[in-house]
Structures are given as structure tokens and as C-alpha cells.
């Protein structure tokens, strides 16, 4: 078997066989396929895609590139939960509190922003204190401990991802797929919990932008996890506008923080509450999802979720008390609120845009290896569908100088779109998708 055969019958779009997923999959991880081969390979899969079985068989072969992290010693059914991306899109940290607060083991592995999106990892890095990296038996003894971590990847997992997750990016074919399905899954799988749910995002700041799409790759990756033996439900949610209202590492802390304490509600309170409730279903603890919301609430009210926060962020090294007061957090030299200046109502964000504004601000990077700045973002104080006057507040900016607070709020209001007639508010919830079926929702927004 040779990679030239293997890109010549991609390129006529015939279906490979597991041998030849395994010969470049392994070469992807042991760096012995040149990388510009890998290249048209993953452009002529982007082009001519691949069937379920290929798209399984590639999913596998990445997972056990690596090593498969072993989570058995924690008792209890581990279930995971994955974002496919989005822009103040905090759930992470509300729900892991809250689902450990309700009796289920939460053993997360998390990303780095990538893009426009950002990671969970560098917001909890913004409490001053906070180590991600735990070594696989501190991983495991902390959540023995309190029932919670949320923590960088320990182990060497599904290499194979690395590399070709960097060439995708550089050669336009992330959009793809199975290439997104395998990246994904394969990561999920190695990271050792036995069910996943999947937050998969639609609308303008999600990696697909169209409903059929959204749903198209969450029926694959429900699919594909089912055949590889793990339990998989996906929610698909909205992305036509930010979940939170804020944007920025430390500032999502907070706003994790506001909700937790009871002060804030919104979009970010309730897909956090419905993702939870599926994932405290598969963790067997309740006997379906709603059950499992109501569960969520209970813990929310009780303050044993934000309880539950402290204690994450203490048995990690950070400062507990910022639970008690977010001015703890990194602070931003400029603050700056700005109002709508307009009569009429919000028709639309380009939330892609949104998160760029905010990347630029140095909440993310803009070159591997950039240095963030956790303080800086912004705070949006409307919603799609709302009504607004001039001197309604539209946003505030925390920003490194005057400067780019001026180059950020130029980019937010090009974001940002009016309409002199009202306009409908964003949906949330769009679909639910398990191995049973597709199930669309009715606008709950
Ligand atoms: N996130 C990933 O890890 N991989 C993809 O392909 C897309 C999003
Ligand atoms: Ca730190």
C-alpha cells in the first residue's frame, strides 16, 4: 500500500478500506506521511466526503492513535460533554459545578480557544491561582475527592488529531464533514467517559452556519459514537448571537459566577440546564432529561453548585474567593459603556465577527503561542428581537487602551445589525438528536 494509491482513489471518490485509514492515520500521528500528501488527502476527503463506515473506521483509527485515558477508578458512570464552538459560550462552567453538585462523576478534559471560539481552559486560567494541568492521578483523585475537574489533556491523545487538525486549518478544509466528525469523537473517545453529550451550534458563529447542516453533523456524530459503543446525545443550539452576554476569559468566569449565584438569567443558564439534565440521564441518575433540568435547578437554587465551583477552583490552586467577589478577577485598564444611538429594534450579529472583535482585543490568539490578556472583552446589553432607544446601553468595553476599545466598539457595531421594524428573537433550542431519531424543536427562545 502506498499514499499514492490511497489519494488516487480518494480522488475518484472510492471508499477506503480500513487498512488504508489505519496506514495514514498512523502516519498523520508518527509524522512518516509528508505533510503535503496528508494535504490532498484531506482535501480530496473534503471534496468527495465519506461514507459512515469510513467516517467510523477514520474516527477509530484516530482515537487509538494515542493512549486512551483509563478513568475506571473513579466510580460512578462518567459522562462528557463537548461544545462544537461558539462565542460566549460558558456552559462548561456552569454545568460541571452543577452536575457534580447533583452526584454524577465530571472528569473534563477541555480545549484552548481555537479562532474566533473560545476554550475553557484559558477562562479558568483567568482566576489567579488556577492550574489546568493535573497529572492523570491527580485528574483522577480530584474528582474521587469533590466529584469535579476541568482540566487540560493529560496523556498523549489522539495525536493523529494534532496533526491533521493543523494542516486542515491551513489548507480550508475544516469545513468538512467527517473530518470534523473524526476530530471530534476521536478526542471524546480517548478521553475515557462512558456517554456523551454534544452542544453542536448552528447560526452565524458556529462551524455550521446552516440548520441542515447542524443537524446533518450531529446525526454523524450520534452515529458514529453509538457504533463505537458509547452512548451520544447531541442538542443542537443557537448561535445567531452570543449564549452569554459576555465575551472574554474573565468575564465569562464571572458570568459563570452571576449565574451559579443566582443573579443572572438567560440563554447561558438555560442550555447549561438542559445540557446538564441530558448528561445526569446518561449518568443514570434520572430517568429522562427533564427530570434531570429539574435536578440541575434544585442544585442551582440550593447554592450547591457555586459551592461546588469553590471547590473545583480551590482543589485546582485558584482563589475560591472569587466566587464571593469578581472584582478578584483580572481587571481591565479601560472600561467603557456605549449605547445603541439608534431608535428601532436588533435584527441580526454576525457572531463570527463578535468573537474576532474580541480575539483582537487579546482575549484570544491571534498566533500560536500569543500571550492573552484574561481582563479584556465586552459585555453586549442586547439581545436579537430587542427593542431599543438611543440612549439604550448597547455595550461595555473592557479593553487593554483607548485604542482599541475604539477599533472594538467600531467592530461590534458593524456586528451588529438594526431594523426600524421588530424583529424575532434568536432560537435556542433547535433539535434534539439520539440513536432513536431527530426530534425538531418549536422556537423556545
Ligand atoms: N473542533 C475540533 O476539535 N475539531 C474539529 O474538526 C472542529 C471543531
Ligand atoms: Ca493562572
Known amino acids: 500500500m502506498t499514499m499514492l494509491e490511497i489519494l488516487a482513489r480518494k480522488k475518484m471518490g472510492q471508499e477506503l478500506t480500513r487498512e488504508e485509514i489505519a496506514y495514514f492515520v498512523k502516519g498523520a500521528a508518527e509524522h512518516t506521511i509528508p505533510d503535503y500528501q496528508l494535504a490532498a488527502l484531506l482535501m480530496a476527503i473534503r471534496l468527495n466526503g465519506m461514507t459512515d463506515r469510513e467516517t467510523t473506521e477514520l474516527t477509530l483509527a484516530m482515537r487509538d492513535s494515542g493512549d486512551i485515558a483509563d478513568l475506571s477508578a473513579i466510580p460512578g458512570i462518567k459522562v462528557d460533554k463537548h461544545s462544537t464552538g461558539g462565542v460566549g459560550d460558558t456552559t462548561t462552567l456552569v454545568l460541571a459545578p452543577l452536575v457534580a453538585a447533583c452526584g454524577a462523576p465530571v472528569a473534563k478534559m477541555s480545549g484552548r480557544g481555537l479562532g474566533h471560539t473560545g476554550g475553557t481552559l484559558d477562562k479558568l486560567e483567568s482566576i489567579p491561582g488556577l492550574t489546568v494541568s493535573l497529572s492523570v492521578p491527580e485528574f483522577i483523585d480530584q474528582v474521587r475527592r469533590i466529584g469535579v475537574a476541568v482540566v487540560g489533556q493529560t496523556g498523549h491523545l489522539a495525536p493523529a488529531d494534532k496533526t491533521l487538525y493543523a494542516l486542515r486549518d491551513v489548507t480550508s478544509t475544516v469545513d468538512s464533514l467527517p473530518l470534523i466528525v473524526s476530530s471530534i469523537l476521536s478526542k471524546k473517545l480517548a478521553a475515557g467517559s462512558d456517554a456523551i453529550v454534544l452542544d453542536v451550534k448552528t447560526g452565524s ?241
Not at 449565584?261 to 440546564?273: I, W
Not at 498566533?367 to 484574561?374: F, I, K, R, S
Request: net charge negative; glycine share 10%.
Open 205 to 445: 458563529g458556529a462551524i455550521m452556519h446552516t440548520l441542515e447542516d447542524s443537524i446533518r453533523l450531529a446525526e454523524a456524530m450520534v452515529r458514529v459514537g453509538t457504533l463505537a459503543g458509547k452512548p451520544v446525545v447531541a442538542v443542537i443550539t443557537g448561535m445567531d448571537q452570543p449564549l452569554g452576554t459576555h465575551v472574554g476569559n474573565a468575564l465569562e468566569v464571572k458570568e459563570a459566577i452571576d449565574v451559579l449565584s443566582g443573579r443572572t438569567e438567560g440563554d447561558l443558564l438555560t442550555v447549561s440546564m438542559t445540557l446538564g439534565g441530558h448528561m445526569l440521564r446518561l449518568a443514570g441518575l434520572v430517568s429522562d432529561a427533564a427530570e434531570g433540568g429539574r435536578r440541575m435547578w434544585d442544585a442551582l437554587n440550593s447554592g450547591a453548585g457555586l459551592q461546588k465551583l469553590k471547590e473545583m477552583i480551590a482543589a485546582q490552586g485558584g482563589n475560591p474567593a472569587v466566587c464571593d467577589d469578581v472584582s478578584l478577577l483580572p481587571q481591565a485598564n479601560v472600561i467603557r459603556t456605549v449605547t445603541c444611538g439608534r431608535n428601532g429594534y436588533v435584527r441580526s450579529m454576525d457572531t463570527m465577527a463578535l468573537g474576532l472583535a474580541a480575539q483582537e482585543m487579546g482575549a484570544g490568539r491571534m498566533e500560536l503561542g500569543d500571550q492573552l490578556d484574561y481582563s479584556v472583552g465586552f459585555v453586549l446589553s442586547v439581545r436579537v428581537g430587542d427593542r431599543t432607544e438611543s440612549d439604550t446601553p448597547f455595550c461595555t468595553l473592557y479593553a487593554r487602551t483607548e485604542e482599541e476599545a475604539d477599533r472594538a466598539e467600531k467592530a461590534i457595531r458593524e456586528a451588529v445589525r438594526f431594523s426600524d421594524e421588530p424583529c424575532p428573537r434568536a432560537p435556542v433550542f433547535y433539535a434534539i438528536v439520539t440513536s432513536e431519531g431527530t426530534w425538531r424543536l418549536e422556537d423556545k427562545a
